[in-house]
């Protein structure tokens, strides 16, 4: 069964870190790029972060630059998201989730359960 | 504000068809895929592509696009059908972003 597994999520103050991990079972971790999505308390999905298949590539929302760093540890099929400088609005359920690119086409699945983060004095 | 534009709600009454409209430039040139999103669980792919849909997903729901407007359709709407829906496709600016709609409720009267 392909599964994405998330954890490392928890309760912050602001300014503090905190490093996410999914751990992916079931599929070649090494062979797809990943994603992180968030959604935060009655908002709708956010587009996070990406990186490539051997982690060599980078990719950031602009509201997350200079803040967050993805990584991957294709020997642990493991993706990490590490947040810096936490931020109230950075509050969210954080998905990671596996991206497939077709032509015209991309689309992600699957998708984890999800790790809340919640950044609150 | 999102590339790509969503009604924020729309209802159907039970058994009748739905469509769920996604307006966004990007759309011309590359397909939006669909998720289903249910409060405390993970998102679901619907449809991908031009209108395929993953194992599992009920042949009710299809896809289709036309211009700069991607539509989700469920046929014979069921009470289980009752969740979010998202538009998911690239940006329009030439660093190929991820971006999502912005979300539409779906009602089951």
């Known amino acids: 069964e392909v599964q994405l597994v998330e954890s490392g999520g928890g309760l912050v103050q602001p300014g503090r870190s905190l490093r996410l991990s999914c751990v992916a079972s079931?599929?070649?971790?090494?062979?797809?790029?990943m994603h992180w999505v968030r959604q935060a308390p009655g908002k709708g999905l956010v587009w996070v972060s990406r990186?490539?298949?051997?982690?060599?590539?980078?990719t950031y929302a602009d509201s997350v630059k200079g803040r967050f760093t993805i990584s991957r540890d294709n020997a642990k099929n493991t993706l990490y998201l590490q947040m810096n400088s936490l931020r109230a609005e950075d509050t969210a359920v954080y998905y990671c989730?596996?991206?497939?690119?077709?032509?015209?086409?991309?689309?992600?699945?699957?998708w984890g359960q999800g790790t809340l983060v919640t950044v609150s004095s | 504000s999102s590339e790509l534009t969503q009604d924020p709600a729309v209802s159907v009454a039970l058994g009748q068809t739905v469509s769920i409209t996604c307006q966004g430039d990007s759309l011309r040139n590359y397909f939006a895929s669909w998720y289903q999103k249910r409060p405390g669980q993970a998102p679901v792919l619907v449809i991908y592509g031009k209108d395929n849909r993953p194992s599992g997903i009920p042949d009710r729901f299809s896809g289709s696009s036309s211009g700069n407007t991607a539509s989700l359709t469920i046929t014979g709407a069921q009470a289980e059908d009752e969740a979010d829906y998202y538009c998911?496709?690239?940006?329009?600016?030439?660093?190929?972003?991820?971006?999502f709609g912005g979300g539409t409720k779906l009602t089951v009267l």
């Open positions: 079931g599929f070649t971790f090494s062979s797809y790029w």
């Open positions: 990186i490539n298949s051997d982690g060599s590539t980078t």
């Open positions: 989730a596996r991206v497939f690119y077709s032509g015209s086409s991309r689309w992600f699945d699957p």
């Open positions: 998911h496709s690239r940006d329009s600016s030439g660093n190929h972003l991820e971006v």
